[in-house]
């Protein structure tokens, strides 16, 4: 792991917070003074930030696993009144050094860890190196549990493969689970059993999700009717997408609309 002392080496956390209902300022704010409080004890500096994102470089492993576990207690006493399946706080660890051949330093890096994100087994997911490190700069112990799941290096490529196939195809009507096990080299039962055991998710329920998650970024946005998002989206009819919408959000999106 000699990686380490290079001195551009970081690890670098990435937060989304999924939220299906517009939330109150007031929300945001106590989020954003309570993240850059814990950001600054465990001296995290923030990249990049949004309502909904964070992007976030530590020097130190064990710092930033930390002020994950911190931040994550945190999120739960503020949202404590909210809905668990509307309003969900996910992080991503994974470290590396910058690569300057990339059009933005770190970006195989990050890439990852913002994919680490769509794991559902825990709030917090560790790419294989980030363990190990942690490992290393903790007399060989790591923390396991509930919270935190920790990706191997198999893990990684195949939730690389997954994620590059599914961003290239989802809006292709006509993309089935064969073609995915076809691109991934496994059949259907390795495929089933891989997808559940890493993302808690079956092959049609990750895709459908995947493509109503992009819906509903394009029906914040307001620049396409429901019926050109139901097919921009990869679904073949606009009475499907909104069964399905309203199926994984309790509301029809024409009414998702109004009460946003």
């Not at 470290?95 to 990339?102: C, I, L, R």
């Not at 993309?175 to 259907?188: A, N, P, Q, T, W």
Request: net charge positive; hydrophobic share 40%; glycine share 2%.
């Amino acid at each position: 792991l000699n990686i380490i002392n290079d001195p551009a080496f970081r690890t670098l956390m990435v937060m989304e917070i999924k939220k299906f209902l517009l939330t109150k300022d007031e929300v945001f704010q106590n989020i954003n003074k309570s993240f850059n409080k814990i950001f600054g004890n465990f001296n995290g500096t923030v990249v990049k930030k949004n309502e909904d994102y964070f992007l976030v470089s530590f020097q130190s492993v064990s710092k930033a696993l930390l002020c994950a576990l911190e931040i994550q207690s945190q999120f739960k006493i503020i949202t404590k009144d909210f809905d668990n399946n509307n309003f969900q706080l996910k992080i991503g660890l994974n470290s590396g050094v910058p690569v300057t051949k990339k059009t933005t330093l770190f970006e195989d890096t990050i890439k990852l860890a913002e994919r680490m994100c769509n794991i559902s087994n825990a709030d917090i997911v560790v790419s294989s190196e980030v363990k190990d490190l942690y490992k290393s700069e903790n007399m060989n112990i790591f923390i396991d549990g509930k919270q935190v799941f920790a990706l191997t290096t198999a893990d990684e490529k195949f939730l690389n493969n997954l994620m590059d196939y599914t961003e290239e195809k989802w809006r292709n009507t006509d993309l089935k689970v064969d073609d995915f096990c076809k691109h991934l080299g496994y059949s259907k039962s390795q495929l089933y059993r891989k997808m559940i055991s890493l993302i808690d998710k079956s092959p049609n329920t990750f895709l459908k999700e995947f493509r109503l998650n992009e819906a509903l970024k394009m029906l914040n946005k307001r620049t396409s009717n429901i019926s050109e998002i139901a097919y921009d989206t990869g679904f073949n009819s606009l009475s499907y997408f909104s069964k399905c919408f309203q199926k994984r959000y309790n509301l029809l999106p024409s009414n998702y609309l109004n009460v946003n």
